[in-house]
């Protein structure tokens, strides 16, 4: 197989698993915190220092809002667009992972590589999501595959050290430093299998250094001429000692990190105690060994003891899932073949399943807006191509095979979930709903959303509204004549105490946390 065929077959599968239905449902858990900032620059809000809630953003910096401002100006302010950055990350994600390990893994290793990559459950969950892990892990792990497939080929100083450097400091401006964690801890246990500790005092390595340097500092400067350093230092320092210490640990989902963080590798976890099978790694040269030794020993180790601290979650781990990857496609290629008989048991089983649940499912959700033969010719078109897989099966690697399959019963799930499971959610969203009723009841008036800060849920809300809004974060900054006010369910009998309510509970959202009102009200 050549590397072009290797990048149309990682395309079609990205674009089966993360494109059907990207814009379907509505901004679920912290999107709207992602999203709200984006849509005030495109208002005119500054790009160097995130607002939302008519305050300054200082917990993240801004580019994951800056690639979603960019599409959205490109395709309009809806779900859809805002989610694209995070599926086109996965996209560079593999497509660097079959280009950049030529002269290293064969082109079939390279493919495995980036279809374990995109079929994880956790990249399927957050990728198709408008968040920060999806852009973080893209930009983390594509620095980590150059360095390690630079290693691995045994390229100059200068390659081996100043790319990954510019895609370091680009997830750094997306989230927080972390990875640099993940980074170095590969790094140097690659180095240290070969001992070769001293390239990492290598000129390149201090160039490439400077470098990252200047590109967080081509923010950061004029970030901090707008922000007080003081008020910025205070966020990232609470942050940083809630995620030590657990200082809002929940003991329960402590007890779950490290089954959770487990989870979110599946199904390829499952093949994890493969990479401590004896003679694995025997047909590999000494460098390949290097790297698939190092690297999963740095893997192992930041993944296990970073799920022990307190206050991490099992996302803070997810860049690790590229360096995963990476290592476990040459074990794949080369694992016994009772593991490919299990493999292909469950595979078959799998697809008996999906298509029990293919034939029921276009009955169960025909309606008028959504006839039953669309559901129906997706369906048959995937399991169209996995019968042509099978017919396949004797031309191709069983590995490839197996794991192309994979993909595909990954793509016929998701379509699955488009086709048939996302009309009866759309039957059930809230905030989509409690937006059009504001919007009915108003009738063109503005609204006020009095300090919402960074609560996601009403964010969101404001997100799907037509009609004009604008934040008040405080009661200073209303003015005196009466106006309609979104206010949050547990700030109502405080906002009583400075605003004169007129009246009550023009329009409501009752859901657990998310309860909140309309209503009209002066300040007093």
Not at 170 to 190: D, E, G, R, S, T
């Amino acid at each position: 197989m050549n590397r072009i065929t290797a990048l149309l077959i990682v395309f079609v599968l990205w674009a089966g698993i993360f494109l059907p239905g990207l814009g379907s449902t509505e901004l679920k858990g912290e999107e709207g915190r992602r999203v709200m900032p984006a849509v005030t620059m495109l208002e005119g809000g500054s790009w160097v220092v995130p607002h939302v809630g008519g305050k300054p953003f200082l917990r993240k910096p801004p580019l994951v809002q800056w690639c979603i401002a960019g599409s959205m100006k490109l395709f309009g302010q809806n779900a859809w667009a805002a989610r694209l950055p995070s599926v086109l990350s996965v996209l560079a994600l593999a497509i660097v992972m079959i280009v950049v390990t030529q002269g290293w893994l064969i082109t079939e290793e390279s493919l495995v590589a980036a279809i374990v990559m995109m079929t994880q459950t956790a990249t399927i969950d957050k990728c198709r999501l408008a968040e920060l892990e999806a852009v973080y892990v893209g930009l983390s792990g594509i620095a980590i595959v150059l360095w390690l497939s630079g290693w691995a080929r045994g390229v100059s100083s200068w390659r081996l050290w100043l790319w990954p450097m510019v895609f370091n400091a680009l997830a750094l401006l997306a989230k927080a430093p972390l990875h640099l964690l993940f980074f170095y801890a590969v790094v140097v246990a690659v180095l240290w299998q070969q001992k070769q500790l001293r390239r990492l005092l290598d000129p390149a390595h201090g160039v490439a250094l400077l470098v990252f340097i200047a590109i967080i500092a081509a923010w950061a400067i004029p970030y901090f001429q707008q922000v007080a350093a003081s008020d910025a230092g205070r966020v990232w320092n609470r942050q940083f000692v809630e995620r030590i210490t657990g200082a809002e640990m929940d003991v329960k989902r402590y007890l779950l990190n490290i089954p959770n963080g487990l989870a979110n590798h599946l199904p390829w976890v499952l093949f994890a105690p493969l990479l401590w099978m004896r003679g694995i790694n025997d047909t590999m040269y000494p460098r390949g060994c290097s790297v698939l030794t190092g690297a999963r020993n740095a893997v192992v180790v930041c993944f296990f003891v970073l799920l022990l601290i307190p206050g991490v979650l099992p996302r803070y781990v997810q860049p690790l899932i590229a360096p995963f990857s990476l290592i476990l496609a040459p074990v794949l290629w080369n694992c016994p073949r009772r593991y490919r008989h299990w493999w292909r048991y469950a595979l078959f089983g799998l697809t008996f399943v999906l298509f029990l649940c293919a034939v029921a499912g276009p009955f169960i959700v025909a309606s008028a807006e959504r006839p039953m033969w669309t559901s129906g010719l997706a369906i048959a078109f995937v399991f169209g191509a996995s019968l042509c897989l099978m017919q396949l099966r004797r031309k191709l690697h069983e590995t490839l095979h197996l794991t192309i399959w994979t993909g595909i019963v990954a793509v016929m799930g998701i379509l699955l979930m488009a086709t048939v499971a996302m009309p009866a959610m759309k039957e059930e969203d809230n905030i989509r709903s409690f937006a059009e009723r504001i919007d009915d009841h108003l009738a063109g008036k503005p609204l006020l959303a009095y300090s919402l800060d960074d609560y996601a849920p009403l964010l969101a809300v404001l997100f799907y509204m037509e009609g004009s809004y604008r934040y008040i974060p405080d009661p200073a900054a209303a003015p005196a004549e009466a106006a309609y006010y979104l206010v949050r369910g547990k700030d109502y009998a405080k906002f009583g105490k400075k605003f004169a309510v007129a009246e009550e509970a023009v329009v409501g959202l009752e859901k657990g946390e998310e309860r909140a009102v309309v209503v009209r009200a002066m300040r007093k």
